[in-house]
């Protein structure tokens, strides 16, 4: 999992970076509040963040409280790192929208524990809201094959009893099965939808949209 | 002249008129409801042993009311017709006793195919 450390003190920065990556994680550094708000904009922005409370330009709490402010796609899991240990201080960092914080100096088994339990939130959250997606998915395209699909049985219907009355060297005849064929192609798509059970996307122009054919595979 | 009688349910008009049309074509007398409380209305009166039903009725669902056309029919084969169905409803489907369904669009010539094939098999049965 890719996670992003905010420190300004460069030796507590690479030592983070160093066990992060021993741990397994895919780390991403910021110099400061600011650089890492940045980095956050970015479509494929970690989810996982230590950051640091004490930093130049804005602040760990700062930092938290702009994230939180945001409307976001997914979901994030901040841990604040912090020299203030009294109580005041780490209500105050969770109010801005900390997850969880840990006390400078750490202890690098308590770190690895906190941040643990950051990727196992993460990974949660983001199940559950696949899941909230897949459900969301499956209500329209109910909606959608129920409604669609009766006109659909009509206008390929009557063009079946149509057809039942041409010749084929009729010249309505191809036009007619033009038309049918068509509307064949609407029909598999609904068939499609009716056998959506996972939910994946693909990129369509800035967006995502629902990848019909692997969410139905 | 029993044998050749159908009785289709859905709650649009168009869709009974269509599938009335095909049945006729094919040689069938062709009934329509389009609630399943009309249905069980014209079964008071007339026998049916081949059904076609939209699962998606108002009141009553085709899923009940096949239920109740095989409980009073056993013989009875029973189709359902329909515009989505889950997983979870095509399994119930099979529980309530369809012999088979079709996904809106459906080709008219299938629908006349398993017609066809319905009325073979109760001709089969009552050979034997």
């Known amino acids: ?217 | 002249m029993k044998e050749k009688r159908i009785l289709v349910v859905d709650d649009e008009p168009t869709i009974l008129n269509l599938f009335t049309q095909a049945f006729e074509r094919a040689g069938y007398l062709v009934t329509t409801a389009e609630t399943a409380e009309a249905a069980l209305k014209i079964l008071e009166k007339e026998s049916f042993w081949v059904f076609f039903l939209d699962l998606n009725l108002p009141g009553m669902s085709g899923v009940d009311l096949c239920r109740q056309i095989r409980h009073q029919y056993p013989m009875a084969i029973v189709y359902a017709v329909t515009g989505y169905a889950s997983l979870f409803e095509l399994s119930e489907c099979r529980d309530a006793g369809f012999e088979d369904y079709f996904t809106k669009p459906a080709k008219l010539s299938d629908l006349v195919e398993a017609a066809d094939n319905a009325f073979k098999k109760l001709a089969r049965w009552k050979k034997r």
């Not at chain 1, 750490?106 to 906190?114: C, G, N």
């Not at chain 1, 409604?147 to 009509?154: A, D, G, H, V």
């Not at chain 1, 369509?204 to 139905?216: A, P, W």
């Open chain 1, 1 to 217: 999992m890719r996670i992003l450390i905010a420190e300004d003190d460069i030796t507590s920065r690479a030592m983070l970076q160093a066990v992060l990556t021993k741990w397994g994680y895919h780390v991403i550094t910021a110099k400061n509040g600011e650089e890492a708000f940045r980095m956050f904009q970015d479509s494929d922005a970690p989810q996982l963040a230590v950051l640091d409370w004490e930093m130049p330009e804005m602040d760990g709490a700062d930092l938290c409280r702009c994230l939180r402010q945001q409307e976001r796609r997914e979901p994030l899991y901040l841990i604040l790192l912090t020299s203030r240990d009294d109580a005041g201080d780490i209500v105050q960092g969770l109010e801005a929208g900390a997850d969880d914080y840990i006390a400078k100096p750490f202890d690098t088994a308590e770190l690895k524990a906190r941040v643990d339990v950051g990727r196992r939130m993460i990974s949660l959250q983001n199940e559950m809201q696949k899941r909230e997606k897949l459900s969301g998915i499956l209500e329209l395209a109910g909606a959608v094959c129920h409604e669609l699909n009766q006109p659909l049985q009509s206008v390929f219907g009557y063009s079946e009893i149509l057809l039942m009355d041409l010749d084929a060297d009729d010249g309505n005849y191809e036009t007619l099965k033009k038309i049918q064929h068509e509307i064949g192609r609407i029909g598999e798509l609904t068939r499609k939808i009716m056998k959506i059970t996972r939910y994946q996307t693909k990129p369509y122009l800035k967006s995502q949209i629902v990848d019909i054919d692997r969410s139905s595979e």
